[in-house]
């Protein structure tokens, strides 16, 4: 498959020294085939984050790109600086902690949605790191799956953060992700992007990630985070959380 156009992937860390090498190396087999980059947007780590990422800035000059913003930090102002180096017309916003299981299906499933002009946002399945996953990890996940890719078809659209693959013209012309939100800016990106074109859940790939959040607060008090900003972003156009808890 020719690819001609380029394609950023944007994560924005803090103090994620113990996975964003095993991160960034999942994708370098591809930087060539599919035009990737990657810029790591650092709200001053200190814990080697910085370090790891340099090595692979030097190894793939101009594919690993790390950026380190000082002031005031949320996850949107970390997304939004990541994009702001960015070269790519298709950005795809996602975390620290995921991984691709399927990396040439994946990106050639973008490449092909997104030949279609009007699709302005796509996102996609999430699923546990299948090693660590329980059968309460997979049940909640199916309900999330649902529950996204139905809001979708409603013309309600909500994405979680991990997988966010955004038009690079759409995402600025919204503005890119509203920076007063400490949390829920993923959801209130999507909401957004409704405006500028069609937003699609590709039920065909995945992405996965660690079970890390759900295993320190538990799913009663994280889907109870979840279901407080919902409310607090549509009813007062702001975050519930005053801080959103950093879990590493």
């Known amino acids: 498959m020719e690819i001609d156009r380029q394609l950023s992937i944007i994560i924005p860390t803090r103090n994620e020294a113990k996975i964003i090498g095993e991160t960034i190396q999942q994708f370098t087999p591809f930087f060539e085939k599919y035009g990737l980059e990657i810029i790591i947007s650092d709200a001053g780590s200190t814990d080697g984050t910085a370090e790891i990422v340099r090595r692979f800035s030097k190894k793939f000059p101009g594919r690993v790109i790390f950026v380190q913003k000082t002031g005031k930090q949320n996850i949107a102002i970390g997304r939004n600086f990541g994009a702001k180096h960015a070269t790519g017309d298709i950005l795809f916003h996602t975390d620290a902690d995921v991984r691709i299981p399927q990396p040439d299906h994946f990106f050639e499933t ?14 996609s399945k999430l699923q546990i ?80 990630h660690s079970p890390r959040r759900f295993r320190e607060l538990g799913y009663w008090k994280v889907s109870y985070q979840y279901f407080m900003e919902g409310i607090s972003r549509l009813f007062w156009g702001k975050s519930f959380a005053q801080e959103w808890k950093v879990v590493r």
């Open 110 to 123: 973008i490449f092909e949605k997104f030949s279609d002009p009007k699709v302005s946002a796509a996102t």
């Open 129 to 208: 790191y299948p090693a660590e996953a329980t059968a309460t990890d997979r049940f909640y996940h199916f309900l999330m799956n649902t529950t996204i890719r139905f809001c979708i078809h409603l013309g309600w659209a909500i994405s979680k953060g991990e997988c966010q693959i955004v038009r690079r013209a759409a995402f600025e012309k919204i503005g890119g992700y509203h920076e007063k939100l400490v949390a829920g800016e993923d959801c209130d990106l999507f909401f957004r992007l409704q405006k500028t074109g069609r937003v699609v859940f590709l039920s065909k790939i995945e992405v996965q």
